[in-house]
Structure formats: C-alpha cells, structure tokens
Nanobody
Framework: QVQLVESGGGLVQPGGSLRLSCAAS???????????KAWYRQAPGKERELVAS???????NYADSVKGRFTISRDGAVNMMYLQMNSLQPEDTAVYYC?????????WGKGTQVTVSS
C-alpha cells in the first residue's frame, strides 16, 4: 500500500521561503510504475490545483503562478520528494499535497498547511 506523508509547512512572512518534504512508503519515487509525481495545493474556497510535477524521467513542469519561485525535486537515496518555495506571497497560502500516479492510480498525502502572512 502506497502512503505519502508531507511535512515542512508553517507560517512564513511574504518574501520568505519554505521547503516541503514528501516521504513515500510502499513504493519508491523512481519506480518505473510511477507515471508522475507532483505537488498540488488547495486554498480555502478554491479547487485543488497543480503546482509542480515531475515525470517518470524527472522532467519538470510548473504552474505559471509559481514558475521561477518553486522547485520540485527528489532524492533517490532517501526516497523523498521536495518542493522548495521561495519568494512566497499571501496568495500561496494553501494546504499542499504530495501526489503520485502509480499504474494510473492517484495517491495523496493528507497535506501540510502553508500560511504566508505578515
């Protein structure tokens, strides 16, 4: 059974940085069965949206709103995925979710809250 656990959220001032982490059990991020891995976010009253994704071959893609500020990465040695978030703005406030698509099935973590406020 695949399980994902996010960490690293918190309260940060505008212009600050956070690094989110996603730990996986039951699979590894580099497995050929993993079609894609990604970070999503959901702000209050809004739909969940894709923030950044990484293909099986580790090609990356970002939402226009975070390009140049956020970086998705993974560390195969510790089976972790990360989202480095710089120049955070109040509109980045949301619950951030780790996602894997394995054999066409989506798996989600429970999310970590990111709040950007002065």
């Amino acid at each position: 059974q695949v399980q994902l656990v996010e960490s690293g959220g918190g309260l940060v001032q505008p212009g600050g940085s956070l690094r989110l982490s996603c730990a996986a059990s039951g699979t590894i991020f580099s497995a050929v069965s993993i079609i894609a891995k990604a970070w999503y976010r959901q702000a209050p009253g809004k739909e969940r949206e894709l923030v950044a994704s990484m293909t099986r071959g580790d090609a990356t893609n970002y939402a226009d709103s975070v390009k140049g500020r956020f970086t998705i990465s993974r560390d195969g040695a510790v089976n972790m995925m990360y989202l480095q978030m710089n120049s955070l703005q109040p509109e980045d406030t949301a619950v951030y979710y780790c996602n894997l698509n394995r054999y066409g099935v989506n798996y989600w973590g429970k999310g970590t809250q990111v709040t950007v406020s002065s």
